[in-house]
């Protein structure tokens, strides 16, 4: 059984559509996480939400949504999709706030054309 | 703003060639530095947590070691499959997120 389960885990899609991105986790954790991992691999918090609430949003575009429907899933939603979206997207989860033990997603690989 | 600085970006090895990675940071109010790996194409796997200056852990070929300014992650006659980026990241003392490095990315042949 997967720990942290993203779908889908490639995504092509054409500059201007909106597409979601899936995130499940089975470990009982309070907290969970979107990550963007860039073309040099560097690793950039997006999103925090702990008990489906939103704790952290760092400085994203508003073309980006996240949506917590309970605590075991965390969605993102973006909008009108630009070139430099392009990425690896990780969802990751952590047993609470202050834990810094985290399962991470295999991440799903967004490249927009 | 926390920060973090690993070096070097890219380590070759020949199998059982010892070395060092390095983590400095700067980051207010450490609350806890941590070591991961990431294999091509998969999410970065948890390795070890340091809190304090002087603390160590171990695990296999890898040591884990924490000074006031910076990490270091020792690998000891390293093999093949040891081959992987290694990320260091920090949490400060607040509810934050993991701010992590850009990595080390590392290359063992045989």
């Known amino acids: 059984d997967t720990a942290v389960s993203q779908t889908p885990k490639y995504l092509v899609t054409q500059m201007g559509n909106d597409k979601s991105i899936k995130c499940e986790q089975n470990?009982?954790?309070?907290?969970m996480y979107w990550y963007k991992q860039d073309s040099k691999k560097f690793l950039k918090i997006m999103f925090s939400y702990n008990n489906k609430e939103l704790i952290i949003n760092e400085t994203v575009p508003n073309r980006f949504s996240p949506k917590s429907p309970d605590k075991a899933h965390l969605n993102l939603h973006i909008n009108s999709l630009e070139l430099g979206d392009s990425a690896v997207y990780f969802c990751a989860s952590s047993q609470d706030l202050g834990n810094g033990d985290y399962t991470f997603g295999s991440g799903t690989r967004l490249t927009v054309v | 703003e926390d920060q973090v600085t690993q070096s070097p970006e890219a380590l070759r090895l020949q199998e059982g060639e010892s070395s060092s990675l390095n983590c400095s940071y700067t980051?207010?109010?450490?609350?806890?530095l941590f070591w991961y790996r990431q294999d091509p194409g998969k999410g970065p796997e948890f390795l070890f947590t340091?809190?304090?200056a002087g603390e160590e852990k171990e695990k296999e070929r890898l040591k884990a070691t924490l000074t006031k300014k910076e990490s270091f992650l020792h690998i000891t006659a390293p093999k093949p499959e040891d081959s992987a980026t290694y990320l260091c990241a920090v949490k400060n003392s607040g509810y934050s997120t993991l701010t992590f490095g850009k990595g080390t990315m590392l290359l063992v042949s045989p």
């Open positions: 980051v207010s109010g450490l609350r806890g």
């Open positions: 340091l809190y304090s």
């Open positions: 470990l009982g954790h309070d907290t």
